[in-house]
Each structure stands twice: as C-alpha cells, then as structure tokens.
C-alpha cells in the first residue's frame, strides 16, 4: 500500500501536467516522502487510487502508467466533477493525496504467448494503456496486440501520439475511428464497434475493454457475436466510490463490491452475478 | 485483534437490585449507554450517570447501538490548507459499557464486525467496538414488531456476546463469553451471584413453537432463483419515498460518504456520515452515468443484499428481525410483509 493508515491520504507531487485533450489532462506523480517498502511503481495493470484534494474531496481514478515504468506513476482525469474539477486547477509542483492501490488487476501476465486485443472508448484507454504498456514492455513475451480505440470527435482523442508510436512497432496494430465524419479526419468514421471486422479473425485472443458504459455493452455484444468465449472478454468497471477498500457501499452490486472484487472482470463473472454491462 | 475473544461459557447470576447496583457503579466508574426513556415516550440508547435513569421495561430501543460504534457523523481527519503533513487523525476514542441491547441487535453487531474486518480493516469501527463491552438483555418473548425466530436471530443468544442477562422471573441469569464480558464480571464479582445455568437451546425451541412469520430458506431461495415478479418491485419501488430512515435504523445497514468541510476555527475536517443505498444519486457518477437505472433496481438490491447476498457471505441473515423499519416507512412498505409476500412467490 502507498499509504499506511487505511484512511489517511498520502503526500504526492505533480511532475508533469500533459493537456491530452480540452478537458483531459495527463498527470505525472512522485511521492513526497519515500519509504522503503512501497514505491511508485508498485501496482498493477488495472489498479486505481483514490485521489484526496483537501477541501474537495476523493475520488477513484485508474493508473495509466505501467509498473515497469519506475520513479512516477501517471493518473489521466477528465473535468467532470467536484474532485477532477479541483484537480484540473492544480499545476506543476502542487500537492495532492494518494490512498491505495486498489482492487484487483488486469491479468496480463497470465496471457503470456497469446495475442491480445485491447479497446478502448474515450478516456477509457487511460486504463489498458497501462496493460499495453505493460505488454509492450516485454513485447517477446505475448503474441499479436491489436488497439481498437474509439473517440467522438478528433478533439477528443487521448494519447494521440502514443497510438501512432504503438502502430509503429513489430506485431501491433493500431485503428482509430471517431463518431461522425469531420473536417480534417481522413480515417475511419463510425463507433469502435464498426472496427469489430478488423479483429473477428483473433477470436481466440484475450479482449480487454473499457470506456463508457454504453461502449462496452455494444462492444461485448459484437465480440461474443463473433465468437468469443465469455470468459476471455475482460472488461473494468466505472462506479461511484468514496472509500475503495470496501465499506462504503456505494460500487456494491451483485454481491460484490467493484472496488475490492473488481474493478476487473470477466464478460463470464459478470454474467454469473447478473451484472448488466 | 479479534473484536470478540471468544470463552467457554460462564453462568452465574444477579438480582435485579444487585442489577441496579452494578449499572450504577459502571455509571460512575466508566461511560454507559443504557435505554432511556425521553418526554415522548420513545426509549432510545443515551449515556447515563445514574442507574435511575435507565429504561428496563421496553421493547426494544428506537434506533440500534450501530451509532456509538459508526456515528452518523464522524469526523476522521482534519487539516488545514492543502498540505497533507497538516492532517491529524482523529480516530480516538474511550471504553464504553453498552446495557440493554437485545438479542437481534448484537447479531447485527456481529455482522457489522465481520463486515467492517473484511478486505480492509476499518479501524474507526473496530477501535471502538475493540474498548466495548455489550451486556445484553434476552427478550423474554417476541415482541409484536418482531420476527427473529423467522431470521434466527434470538429472542437469546447461543454464542457471540460479551455478558448475556436473561430473566428468570424475579432475577437474572448471567452468561459471560467473552475475555472483556469475563473481565467486567471479575471486577464486580461481589454484586453476581451463584451459577444458574440456562438452557438457551430449549428457550430457543420454545420460542421457534410460536410459527416463526417466515422461511427464511424458502426466501432466499426464492430471491436467488428471481421468482418474484416484477410487478412486485414496481409496487414497492412507487411506494417507497427514498427517505433512507429504514436504512437509518436498520442494525446492519453500513453504507456512508463522504465530505469534506471548514469549521469556523479555521480548521477543515474529512468526515464520514450514514449514506443510504435509497437515497437517489447513490450510485450516480460526476458524469451523470447511474449503474442503477430506476427505483425498482433499487429497491430490488437492497432485499437480496440482506436475504441473499450477506447469507452467502456472512452465514447469518442480513435482516435481524427487530422490525424497526416497518415502524416508520411514510411510504407504507412494509419489509415484514414484502419477505412473506417473496415467500409465498415460489
């Protein structure tokens, strides 16, 4: 754990602030007073923390850096609300608190050898970023990597450069598609599962998904239309939470807490505790 | 640290002047919560000085214990300005004496325990309940409002509580189970009397006579196979007025947020209040997104978290029977209702 008393926030620094879009910023974290047994890096794919701004309050929000990155960790967060707003106001060099890592991961290290494909809507890549990355880090250890990812507009793409720079490498596929045609956008138009086709061949692969909750129901329907098992459509669910370590009941459904049981699960787990996605 | 070290059961027994005696000593000697009744007639848990004050004809309380243990209001930290080296931890807290809980209400205490030890450790929680010790008064028959021989969940206890009274007419027989329950005993030894052992399996049997209201079984096995109707939910989900008071009293319900504010001394507090699961906007996102689309949803999680889900997990039923949240519904949902009702659905 970052931070030893279940409650109590820990002291980190901004780095780096990256304006990836008109209301997403990318942050760049360091803690201020460093200990021996709990670093920067260490977290897994698929964590989140609870970032504190004193006065605003907490707010869950996904690592978007891989471990294997070491000294920082990054977190990705769109101006939607009380915390982000107040994050969103902070610069270089300010202070803000960490508690966690929390819940579970992406299992990517299982998936050793296999192809894998990621997709992503929206700000919803900030997540498998940090399992692509991850991936790509030892990219002799897995097989083919696909990235589907989908925005509404072209002002609306995060880590643009990122996904022209994964298209460059060995064995990884990039598509990008956005909404609806656009002034200056030469490529593919349309929601990310109009992409589908591209992948229905890799049906055996692993699927992670994450974006909006409308994106990843469509986006699960198409993949188990082309013939993918439940068990290998993964997916990360969005909910509200003021604790994330499991007591205050607000991401509580189907008899699971989504911070403490999840926030990773199988299309098969979801299934099985009757969770709608 | 267990919140409950567990003994082999110890009997003795006390007069209910030796009774008065001892709550009056504990009042002096240490903090006691004890029932109260107030100007309008409602008894409820308050801290007493005096062994005068306490309530000992009543049902059972108003709200439960959960409040000395998870108050509605907690302040868990304060700081000043943005820096987090001004953060003081105010997880603090003194031994309490509890008297008077019933039956049900200990079990849901226990429930809360295991709840609150789970994934993470909450130590605002357990800190509190670690200094307590709970003497528990066994209802001598089930009270209109009730249905625990249906839950399970008295009018006695075999097991789990620190100092057990259960009458016997003129006076009381006492079970110590507890190390802390023990400790208390040792420390008044003179005012307890002489071992009267009790057959609590019998008492049990005897009261289980009376039909128990439901089949818990059958009601959870009702709701996990989903053979209630939606017609059902809707019926209750357009009755209930999202007020949360049923959630408010119910001895299990756990759920809080968050907030963060300025006092007028300059000083600025994180502090946890009761939430509830009922309240519209619970599950709601900074972007507008709500995972629980309408009341019937709502409604809905709610009976399988406590007759389906905790049962799974925690071995003991959600709902403790104390029938506090049939007493102040506005919308006229009565939950004792609604469980034969689910009952009956198979």
């Not at chain 2, 307890?192 to 818990?216: C, H, M, R, S, T």
Request: net charge neutral; proline share 3%.
């Amino acid at each position: 754990m970052f931070n030893s008393k279940l409650y109590i926030p820990r002291a980190a620094v901004i780095e780096n602030v990256e304006e990836l879009t008109y209301d997403t910023k990318l942050y760049r974290l360091r803690f201020k007073n460093h200990k021996s047994d709990s670093n920067e890096n260490d977290y897994k794919p698929g964590q989140f923390v609870q970032v504190s701004i004193l006065g605003a309050g907490e707010a869950p929000i996904s690592i978007c850096s891989s471990p294997t990155e070491k000294g920082y960790f990054e977190l990705c967060a769109r101006d939607v609300g009380l915390v982000t707003g107040a994050l969103h106001k902070l610069k270089i060099g300010d202070e803000l608190g960490i508690r966690g890592p929390y819940g579970n991961s992406f299992p990517i290290e299982e998936f050793g050898g296999q192809d894998i494909v990621f997709i992503g809507g929206g700000i919803g890549l900030a997540p498998l970023r940090s399992a692509i990355n991850f991936a790509l880090d030892s990219r002799a250890s897995y097989g083919e990597i696909i990235i589907l990812y989908g925005a509404r507009t072209k002002e609306d793409i995060v880590f643009a450069d990122e996904l022209d720079e994964w298209n460059r490498q060995k064995k990884v596929k990039v598509f990008t598609t956005i909404d609806n045609p656009q002034k200056g956008w030469t490529g593919h138009v349309g929601v990310v599962t109009t992409l589908l086709d591209k992948i229905k061949h890799k049906f055996k692969a692993k699927a992670f998904v994450c974006g909006p909750a409308i994106m990843i129901h469509f986006t699960i329907k198409g993949l188990l239309d082309a013939g993918w098992a439940e068990e290998n459509i993964i997916t990360t669910l969005e909910r509200h939470m003021k604790c994330g370590v499991g007591k205050c009941g607000h991401c509580y459904i189907g008899g699971k807490y989504v911070c403490t049981d999840g926030p990773v699960f199988t299309y098969a787990q979801l299934n099985s505790l009757a969770i709608e996605v | 640290m267990p919140v409950i070290s567990k003994i082999e059961i110890k009997n003795a027994s006390i007069t209910k002047n030796n009774l008065f005696a001892l709550l009056d000593k504990i009042s002096k000697e240490k903090t006691l919560i004890a029932p109260v009744r107030n100007e309008l007639e409602d008894v409820d848990f308050l801290p007493v000085d005096n062994a005068a004050a306490i309530c000992f004809d009543y049902d059972n309380t108003a709200s439960s214990a959960k409040e000395f243990f998870f108050p509605q209001y907690e302040c868990m930290f304060t700081f000043s300005g943005a820096s987090n080296a001004s953060i003081k931890d105010k997880n603090g807290n003194e031994e309490i004496v509890l008297f008077g809980l019933r039956s049900c209400d200990v079990k849901g205490m226990k429930l809360l325990d295991k709840f609150y030890q789970r994934t993470f450790e909450d130590d605002y929680y357990l800190s509190k309940r670690r200094k307590s010790v709970i003497i528990s008064v066994a209802c001598p028959e089930l009270n209109e409002q009730c249905f625990c021989t249906a839950t399970e969940t008295g009018p006695v206890l075999l097991e789990g509580f620190d100092i057990q009274l259960i009458s016997t007419g003129e006076d009381y027989a006492v079970q110590i189970g507890s190390q802390k329950g023990l400790e208390l005993f040792e420390k008044y030894k003179r005012l307890f009397g002489p071992e009267v052992a009790v057959d609590v399996k019998k008492l049990l049997a005897q009261a289980k006579k009376k039909e128990p209201k439901f089949n818990l079984q059958k009601v959870y096995e009702n709701l996990k196979e989903d053979k209630v109707d939606e017609k059902f939910w809707e019926d209750i989900a357009s009755r209930c007025q999202s007020c949360g008071l049923c959630l408010f009293l119910c001895p299990t319900c756990s759920c809080y947020t968050v907030t963060d504010k300025d006092t007028p001394l300059g000083e600025s507090r994180r502090s946890r209040q009761w939430d509830a699961c009922y309240f519209r906007g619970f599950t709601r996102m900074a972007a507008g997104y709500d995972p629980i689309r309408n009341n019937k949803e709502m409604i809905k999680r709610k009976y399988l978290h406590k007759l389906v889900q905790q049962i799974d997990e925690f071995e003991t039923s959600g709902c403790v029977g104390c029938g506090r949240c049939n007493l102040v519904c506005v919308g006229n949902v009565n939950w004792l209702d609604n469980i034969i009702k689910i009952e009956r659905a198979g």
